[in-house]
């Protein structure tokens, strides 16, 4: 993470579309009338959906419809590095896990593959089709080393295809996510290796109970009182 | 009531105390730096840290932690030290440890918990973190590197000063303090941000690098900016005033000053006065003063006393007022006034010119209805302590005049005083099943032909709303000049058909007023002042000195023993922190030296003589730091205030345009200028914006 500022270019207005608007009206429905700024990360989380990124107008826009000072929406835009605060690529932006399992599996390879494909670390490229920043784990370990692109994890990756992800974006294809190492999910490499017996499957090893595991004792009979 | 042993000591506590308050009426000392009495909790800097019993072995932040019964409190163990060690320590990591250079040094928080918690030497060999510096406007500086991130800017401009300016962005490492794009404050109590900064990341910026604190002489005196009397501490060095800080008094300030009051003593060091003048062939010459004392005389003793005229200005303090009341007197001048705005006040009971309700009874008040005011300008401390008010939700505000921003929200009932008129004939149900309710009339509602009327309606408002009964007078007049109660107090008005202000001035245009004295007087039109003779007695060259035939050099409010009489008709007194500037004498004094001129000695040599005169001739001056609230509320006569009469249709107007620029001290000022066009600047940006 480092210093986040808004980006010294801003677009002169921003308004919500109004494929947006029915989302905005569906999340300011969900909260009382005094309780609106609750809505503040839904609703800047649709400003970068429809614009992929938060620019200066869009928090004030945010900050009148919630009638909160504006300065309070900044503060949320500023504090979560989900919000980008600067124009993203046209085609892609790419946030590639630091993370130590990661780091182990190779992803220090392509990060340099993004320093020398794309450019310098969360800023828009020469050509405005890519953005790529470092992330800190984004919980794929099993799949190391992985990059979320757009919306979707590409995982698995080696420098090979992690160049033919970005030629295929540049390109204005749509590379398929998931694992690129030919895998399901998080599978084992070569398949899967346990819970392969077939009789697990076909219901010969239900037995009936003896006893139901944790039910309650019945209770002891009282002692006889002498 | 619950109990709790600190440090094995037994002591009672009210439910619903933290454990820093407990240990504090137990006489501990808690460190801290986030928290602050006035302020919402934020439990940030876990600088409190004490060890409680019963709870999980660890320490705890006392601040944000509810003191409960049985509670065993430590503040002194080796675990707590330790704790608060590493607090220090991490601190510290970030803190640049400039104390040599930081304005802060000598009055900074950390650097005296540093002392307690502090370790020799740092074990961090890292570079320190670099923050860029905020811009907050002309009164703040920022050092933002020493910033600890205690949140207490932010919670007080949000909470107190009403204006969510400040903010708190990114996070971690990264959080930095600062306001929206930069954009500079637009409160009038920003000054106090300075006040509440534990370190030395926001200073004063008028007074960066002018001074340490250990070299300052205190003197704890009243503030006269505006009618509200705040209790303010003089720093000054030398002669020359370097600092006004805030002092703390419940039943006013709390421990706030406006940005007016604080930074408003460069203006005490320009445009000064420091010798007699006259005017010889039209231009001001400097004189001793017994050449102008001989002009001032020859002229007076020339014409008869009805075409003698004397105007008291707004920061007069109350014992010239009386020297020169008890030498025109003697003189047989009838013209004078201490209402240079031409307020309609003065003749009824006393009530009827006093903030009855008291600043500190806001609090207890359940409607309160504005007439004709902009407490933002006229009375920022009032206007926080209804906004305080206004924060428990017990407060309804109602208001008639202009429809300004003052910082809550409130009903809004018109312009004008047909308005008023309207709910007292029971329009609407504003004052339906109040308890507690006031009414506030401001100096825009007193200054215009209908006032007496309107004086008459608003007191016929108490009566009507039962706001003034055994115990509690809810009928409040809001002044704006320090000097005006005091000079009401003593009948310094016209009696027997003398002229007041408006009366002197045509009659000095016309020639009918042959000499004028101004005592500190420069908001009046003193273009209009025709062939008259002008004499000025005040502190600075302003508008009235630029005018007059004779200057008398005075003493500014900083440089007298005073007695100054606030809006709610309190007495205080203040004490001289500096000496006049130059041949520049106490006002009191000019006029008893000029009344040996004029051959009507006045009766006393000292300024104790002079108080003891006018606390016999006037009981009320006596009564220091007692304001009489509703001690006289179940027998007043409301019929006796002003005169019923006809409204006109005009709107109300505050009497202050520029709030920065009320009086000729603050006019000298260029910090007051400074904040003059910036305020100029953001009432431009908002209007570009709508």
Redesign the interface.
Known sequence: ????R?AKEQPPSFAFSPDSMEKVNFWLGKYPEHRKQSASIPLLWLVQKQEGWVS?PAIRLVAEMLS?????I??VA??YTMFMLEPVGSAALIQVCGTTPCALRGANDLIEICKTEIGPKSHLSADGLFTWEEVECLGACCNAPMAAINDYYYEDLTPESFRQIIADFRAGKKPAPGSYAGRRSSEPAGGAQTLSDASLYDGSRAQPLAKIPNAPEPEPKPEPVA | MPTAKVNGKEIEFEAGLTVLQVAELAGEEIPRFCYHERLSIAGNCRMCLVEVKPGPPKPQASCALPAADKQEIFTNTPMVKKAREGVMEFLLINHPLDCPICDQGGECDLQDEAIGYGRDGSRYAENKRAVEEKFLGPLIKTTMTRCIQCTRCVRFSTEIAGVSEMGMISRGEDAEITSYLEEALTSELSGNLADICPVGALTHKPWAFNYRPWELTKTESVDVMDAVGSAIRVDARGGEVMRILPRVNEDINEEWISDKTRYVPDGLMRQRLDRPYVRVDGKLKPATWAEAFAAVAGRIRAVSPDKVGVIAGDLQDAESMKAAMDLFSALGVKNLDCRQDGAKLGYGPRESWLFNTTIAGIEKLDRLLLVGTNLRKEAPLVNARIRKAWLTGKLRVGVIGEHADLRYSYEYFGAGPSSLQKLVDGEGDFFKDAKGAAIVLGQGALIREDSSAILNLAAKAAGTFGMTAEGKNGFNVLHTAASRVAGLDMGFVPKDGGRHVAGMIAGAGKGEIEVLVLMGADEIDTTALGNAFVVYIGSHGDAGANRADVILPGAAYTEKPGIYVNTEGRVQIAARAVFPKGEAREDWAILRALSEHLGAKLAYDSLEQLRAKLMANHPTFGQVDYAPGAASAAGLDLGAFGEAGSLSDAVFASPIDDFYLTNPIARASVTMAECSASQAQALGRLQAAE
Do not use: A, C, K, N
Not at chain 1, 1 to 4: D, F, G, K, L, N
Not at chain 1, 68 to 72: A, K, S, Y
């Open positions: 993470m480092s210093v986040r808004l200066e909160v000072p504006v300065i309070r900044y503060e500023t504090f």
